[in-house]
């Protein structure tokens, strides 16, 4: 009778066990799970001996933000750049920044100009001065400046140069100043070209909306033929006559450049009604200048500092809904498997950023990341610091290639209308090779006083 009792009580307890068995089974081959088995603590912002490993020998490595006003961003992306200079012998780092206004921190790190690492920074961006005017990248180009100083003679120094596209004044005035030193005559002839603009007040908009009703106004022609006399040699250049300063004459045909690329802009915007032709001419522009860059200084190993929607394959977000391409998407495809890309996510905490275009920046609250986005899901890790490299698990790849909301925050950042303004939808696994996580992340600090 005893062993009739006990028997099915055995029979019933060894299902349960197997149940549970199955079931803990089932719980680690979850995504989440197999997530949180892969990804890479980071012990500080300086922790990233695994992410140079994972870079190898890539030749571009482009490192994102989720959000420009980041103080763990820069941090971050400052050690990667810093271990990739010394370890890897990267030469080259680009910025989203103007061209004229980077190169003035450029003359700073080559020790070229009498200017302080405060006063470079003072007019790196004059419209949003924290960009690039903040005590992470005044220590950065300090440190940058006795490096290149203490590196042997005949070695080629770390450059520093912006691809953006908004210095259409002072690209303008800086084309017309070179031209002055090589010919009174080639100047006046720039000056004159350039003048088509005076009759719009120097506006951009108002010179796109009335040549869209009147494409007899456009510059058109007058900012490719200044730019073709710069590239087909038409001046004295570098190539043909020794005398010719190679820098000098580079940096005013990058000028050049922005005048070519600022009008196609500005007048594709108004004749189609169409932000994304604007916001396409914009990233080939920069594209155009990284690769005149790095040709100018014998294709360097080279470092891209952007945001996100720059950097990450605009092919794996909803901006291909909208036929809209980014640098990170023409970099792949011209360049291919040298190319590395890592995107950096926040999930909450403060952030600089301003109200609107052309306000004073302020400290503001980011609000914790939507309940659908990727910076959710990467906070339910409950990990506060790490990365995780993409392509290692097809299974992991399929889940996280998986429709999501991500943030964008630039340098307006406006949490009343976030969704409208600050979300984008993505496919995660196919948008960049490594994703840094920060939980909670704090606002970046301003230089209070750079006179």
Not at 14 to 37: G, N, T
Request: proline share 4%; net charge negative; glycine share 4%.
């Amino acid at each position: 009778m005893k062993l009739k009792l006990i028997l099915p009580l055995f029979i019933a307890l060894s299902v349960v066990m197997d149940v549970k068995q199955s079931l803990y089974a089932s719980e680690r081959q979850s995504p989440m799970h197999l997530l949180s088995e892969s990804i890479v603590p980071l012990n500080s912002l300086n922790d990233n001996k695994d992410i140079i490993k994972n870079i190898a020998a890539k030749q571009i490595v482009m490192i994102g933000d989720s959000t420009h006003g980041t103080h763990e961003f820069y941090q971050q992306r400052i050690n990667i750049t810093k271990q990739l200079i010394q370890q890897k012998k990267f030469k080259l780092i680009v910025l989203e920044g103007d061209w004229p206004n980077v190169y003035s921190i450029n003359q700073y790190v080559q020790s070229l100009t009498d200017l302080t690492a405060m006063q470079v920074l003072n007019i790196s961006n004059p419209g949003a001065s924290w960009l690039w005017g903040n005590f992470e990248v005044l220590n950065f180009i300090v440190w940058l400046k006795s490096y290149n100083e203490q590196l042997p003679e005949g070695e080629q120094k770390v450059s520093i140069h912006g691809i953006d596209i908004y210095s259409f004044h002072r690209s303008k005035d800086l084309v017309v100043d070179y031209l002055q030193m090589l010919s009174a005559q080639a100047a006046q002839q720039a000056y004159q070209r350039y003048q088509c603009f005076d009759s719009f007040n120097n506006d951009l908009h108002r010179y796109g909306k009335q040549v869209r009703q009147n494409p007899e106004l456009s510059c058109e022609k007058e900012v490719l033929e200044q730019y073709w006399d710069f590239s087909t040699c038409r001046y004295p250049c570098p190539q043909q006559n020794s005398f010719i300063d190679k820098e000098s004459f580079f940096y005013a045909m990058q000028n050049a450049r922005v005048m070519k690329n600022t009008e196609k802009s500005f007048r594709l915007q108004y004749k189609f009604d169409n932000d994304t032709l604007s916001w396409n001419q914009r990233d080939r522009h920069m594209l155009e200048s990284l690769v005149a860059s790095m040709e100018f200084l014998n294709y360097p190993k080279t470092i891209v500092w952007a945001h996100n929607s720059h950097i990450g394959d605009a092919r794996a977000t909803d901006m291909m809904e909208r036929q809209q391409l980014n640098l990170g998407q023409l970099l792949r495809q011209q360049f291919g498997e040298q190319v590395y890309s890592i995107g950096m996510l926040t999930y909450a905490g403060s952030v600089m950023a301003a109200d609107d275009w052309g306000l004073p920046n302020k400290i503001k609250k980011l609000l914790p990341a939507h309940p659908d986005s990727n910076e959710f899901l990467l906070h339910q890790l409950s990990m506060p610091h790490f990365v995780f490299y993409f392509h290692q698990s097809p299974p992991l790849d399929r889940f996280l290639n998986q429709t999501r909301l991500q943030r964008h925050v630039g340098v307006v950042y406006r949490p009343d209308d976030e969704m409208e303004s600050h979300y984008t939808y993505t496919h995660l696994s196919s948008q960049f090779d490594a994703i840094i996580f920060i939980d909670y992340s704090n606002a970046v600090m301003p230089l209070k006083n750079t006179h």
